[in-house]
């Protein structure tokens, strides 16, 4: 992965988790976990997970509904020649790993 990629990357991870801060109602825990972006930095797609995990469909509606504004946030606030599209998704493999540290923990 070129460095670009990864600069582009992070950037975007951190403009979603303000972006988030700013717009959410509170009554869930939204962390940005990371952002993909494909090689031609035209789509990417930003992960976050949710607490309590009740929220997560609320969650994943609200930021799929916010695209467009999160889009004119990032042109604002970002120097890209290009904007990606934005695509959001619970991250799944974070709360797999959760898991996992949970029973591993209770095994012990």
Known sequence: MS????????LIKEA???FLNKESN???????????ISR???NATVY???????????????????RTE????????LRLRRIPFVEFEVDKGEKHR???????RDTE
């Open 3 to 10: 460095e670009r990629i990864v600069q582009v990357s992070h």
């Open 40 to 42: 031609d930095l035209r």
């Open 70 to 77: 999160f889009k004119d946030y990032l042109k604002s606030h």
């Open 48 to 66: 976050f997970t949710v607490l309590p995990d009740t929220y997560e469909d609320e969650a994943l509606n609200f930021a799929k509904r916010k």
């Open 98 to 104: 959760q898991r996992i540290d949970d029973v591993t």
């Open 16 to 18: 979603a988790a303000d």
């Open 26 to 36: 509170r009554v869930a825990l939204m962390t940005i976990t990371h952002a993909d």
